[in-house]
Antibody, heavy 120, light 107 residues
Framework: EVQLVESGGDLVQPGGSLKLSCAAS????????MAWVRQAPKKGLEWVAT????????YYSDFVRGRFTISRDNAKSSLYLYMNSLKSEDTATYYCASLPTVAPGYFDYWGQGVMVTVSS | DIQMTQSPHSLSASLGETVSIECLASEGFSKCLAWYQQKPGKSPQLLMYYGSSLQDGVPSRFSGSGSGTQYSLKISNMQPEDVGVYYCQQGYKYPLTFGSGTKLDMK
């Protein structure tokens, strides 16, 4: 059974930093692109970032480019999101998601999500 | 960026009814379209990919169609467990973008 378990969510002040983690199991992590998708309270889904299998290629939404960094550790089957210069509009539930190996354009499995609140 | 315009914003269906949700892309692509269901308080789940391919474990009353800029999701024989919010998403190019969602509830 595929499992994606996020952690690291917290209340943080504007301008602060946070690191999110996602522990993966039940599939060959090193063969899958991985991503973060967020959902502001009562709002829709918004893609944040994607990372290739080896970690050498990354993609970011314009809203987070330059402030967030996605990375992975295939030996630990873990995905990370380093979030800097946080703004109130970054307040959201952050989901870790896997992308299928053959066509990494959509999200086949999702974690339960972790809440990030940016407020003073 | 490819904008995804989803309609309707919300709809209600009776038990056993058939409903359709539409998604219009700002530029065309070849079936790189996925549909997700998000039940209240839960994470999104993949329903369809490549426009019309059913994800494993998804009931066959869900079906997808379309190409180019127009795509649709049909739910036949509406069941209580189908209540939730449905999103389309294009996987053709970055940035990956979602529709705004369609809230489906039961009459």
């Amino acid at each position: 059974e595929v499992q994606l378990v996020e952690s690291g969510g917290d209340l943080v002040q504007p301008g602060g930093s946070l690191k999110l983690s996602c522990a993966a199991s039940g599939f060959t992590f090193s063969n899958s692109y991985m991503a973060w998708v967020r959902q502001a309270p009562k709002k829709g889904l918004e893609w944040v970032a994607t990372i290739s299998t080896s970690g050498t290629t990354t993609y970011y939404s314009d809203f987070v480019r330059g402030r967030f960094t996605i990375s992975r550790d295939n030996a630990k089957s873990s995905l990370y999101l380093y979030m800097n210069s946080l703004k109130s509009e970054d307040t959201a539930t952050y989901y870790c998601a896997s992308l299928p190996t053959v066509a990494p354009g959509y999200f086949d499995y999702w974690g339960q999500g972790v809440m990030v609140t940016v407020s003073s | 960026d490819i904008q995804m315009t989803q309609s309707p914003h919300s709809l209600s269906a009776s038990l056993g009814e058939t409903v359709s949700i539409e998604c219009l892309a700002s530029e065309g692509f070849s079936k790189c379209l996925a549909w997700y269901q998000q039940k209240p308080g839960k994470s999104p789940q993949l329903l369809m990919y490549y426009g019309s391919s059913l994800q494993d474990g998804v009931p066959s009353r869900f079906s997808g169609s379309g190409s180019g800029t127009q795509y649709s999701l049909k739910i036949s024989n509406m069941q209580p467990e189908d209540v939730g919010v449905y999103y389309c998403q294009q996987g053709y190019k970055y940035p990956l973008t979602f529709g705004s969602g369609t809230k489906l509830d039961m009459k």
